[in-house]
């Protein structure tokens, strides 16, 4: 098993330009997320999936799309970068939504917006 | 606003010694606090978890101690080694994984 796989490791944008992280699972996990983390922010919840079709909003949603077509993939969405959207970026998985699930990360996406 | 918040920011312990990480959070619907591991260029890992209604677990070296009434949470590293070094995150769930600010540890030789 592969766990989370998220592509790419590293980005460099341009303010304005959109693009696409993408993340993917081979546990035929339910439950999907993204993370943002900031120094000193921690990891802010995006968005989250519940199952495939079905997607919901996190902390800090702004700027950000996400859609959920099959149980294995969850991409993320910039739609317009900015620079307040450099970060590295966090894609998990756990078995269900409900509590005691351990959640699965990915080694991450270290994105920078010139 | 921070519903879990993380404190120290960093933490510097000698080899042997004792690490501490405090936690508190305010809503009471959390149910479930996770304890994560975070190594340079990878993703958290989850190190150990409690539910409230029992106030402390532990796991070899490391134990959360959990004070429902007041709304706390610690992690204590014991006889910490510098495979130790890396940043904890604490955590609570009720629905939503919200994570606390981080901590980076470091163990010295």
């Known amino acids: 098993n592969a766990g989370v796989t998220q592509t790419p490791k590293f980005q460099v944008l341009k303010t304005g330009q959109s693009m696409t992280l993408q993340c993917a699972q081979d546990?035929?996990?339910?439950?999907m997320s993204w993370y943002r983390q900031d120094p000193g922010m921690g990891l802010r919840l995006i968005h989250y999936s519940v199952g495939a079709g079905i997607t919901d909003q996190g902390e800090v949603p702004n700027g950000y799309n996400v859609s959920r077509s099959t149980t294995e993939d969850f991409p993320l969405r910039l739609l317009s970068a900015a620079p307040s959207q450099t970060s590295v970026y966090f894609c998990a998985s756990s078995r269900f939504q409900v509590g005691n699930q351990p959640q699965h990360f990915g080694d991450g996406t270290r994105l920078s917006i010139l | 606003q921070q519903q879990v918040k993380q404190s120290p920011q960093s933490l510097i312990v000698q080899k042997g010694g004792i690490s501490i990480i405090n936690c508190a959070y305010e809503?009471?619907?959390?149910?479930?606090f996770p304890w994560y591991q975070q190594f340079p260029g990878k993703g958290p890992a989850l190190l150990i978890a409690?539910?409230?209604?029992?106030s402390e677990k532990k796991e070899g070296r490391f134990t959360i101690s959990f004070n429902k009434s007041a709304k706390q949470f610690s992690l204590h590293i014991m006889d910490s080694q510098p495979g130790d070094s890396a940043t904890y995150f604490c955590?609570?769930?009720?629905?939503?994984?919200?994570f606390g600010q981080g901590t980076e540890l470091s163990v010295k030789p």
């Open positions: 955590a609570a769930e009720g629905g939503k994984l919200i």
């Open positions: 409690i539910r409230p209604d029992v």
């Open positions: 546990m035929n996990h339910e439950y």
């Open positions: 809503n009471t619907a959390f149910d479930y």
